[in-house]
């Protein structure tokens, strides 16, 4: 496509229940990053694909969040038992190399867990 | 550690005038990459302008440019001529050259006000 693209825009779940957001990146490109924005906060790096395979989940918080990309295209992020704190922006973005030249973002989607 | 700071909350500027954005950050690695994001409120970062560590000349990108002290550990972003679209959130960031993710380093930002 011609951008990142990230569904739902907006997501409101009840705490404990499990929720998937969905991005679909540039086509062709191969590295793929999620990160999460809390309010009036800089983004923070979570896990990053390169391909299929995640070759850093070093940002993940805990074993609650979990991520795919089986086809190296569209990636998932999956996020179970919600909780509270888990209430942010969650950023997509894909690159063709590394992200020295910077990356592509997608809007986000902005979850909220009440 | 790894950490950039930015220092002002918010920042207000007049149409036409010029505006600068301070950033400093803190990394033991000379191979790096930093960047300027603008993050308006339809949520989505924009690429202003990005600065290879390795060189000396700062970048420019219209009326947008650069001040990068290697030394000092600052990059701060001036706007020139300031427009009503150019408020936003924007943010500094960077990212080692030597990585092999390519993961970046955010500032808390910066909420750039633009008065007519």
């Known amino acids: 496509g011609a951008g990142v693209s990230q569904t739902p825009s907006n997501k409101v779940t009840e705490k404990g229940k499990y929720v998937e957001l969905r991005c679909d990146p540039i086509s062709g490109h191969t590295a793929l990053y999620w990160y999460r924005q809390s309010l009036g906060q800089g983004p923070e790096f979570l896990i990053y694909f390169q391909g299929t395979g995640a070759a850093d989940d070093s940002g993940l918080p805990n074993d609650r969040f979990f991520a795919v990309r089986p086809e190296g295209s569209v990636s998932t992020l999956k996020i179970q038992r919600t909780e509270r704190g888990d209430s942010a922006v969650y950023l997509c973005?894909?690159?063709?190399?590394?992200?020295?030249?910077?990356?592509?973002f997608g809007s986000g989607t902005r979850l909220t867990v009440v | 550690a790894q950490t950039v700071t930015q220092s002002q909350p918010e920042m207000s500027v007049q149409e036409a005038e010029t505006v600068t954005l301070s950033c400093t950050y803190d990394?033991?690695?000379?191979?790096?990459?930093l960047f300027w994001y603008k993050q308006p409120p339809s949520r989505q970062m924009i690429l202003v302008i990005r600065?290879?560590?390795?060189?000396?000349q700062n970048a420019t990108e219209n009326r947008f440019s650069v001040n990068f002290q290697k030394a000092a550990k600052s990059f701060s972003l001036k706007i020139s001529d300031s427009q009503l679209g150019d408020a936003a959130m924007y943010f500094c960031?960077?990212?080692?050259?030597?990585?092999?993710?390519?993961?970046?380093?955010f500032g808390q930002g910066t909420t750039l006000q633009v008065k007519p």
């Open positions: 600065q290879e560590a390795y060189k000396q």
């Open positions: 973005a894909s690159s063709s190399d590394r992200g020295t030249y910077g990356y592509t």
């Open positions: 960031a960077f990212t080692h050259g030597s990585s092999n993710t390519g993961k970046l380093i």
């Open positions: 990394t033991s690695e000379s191979d790096y990459y």
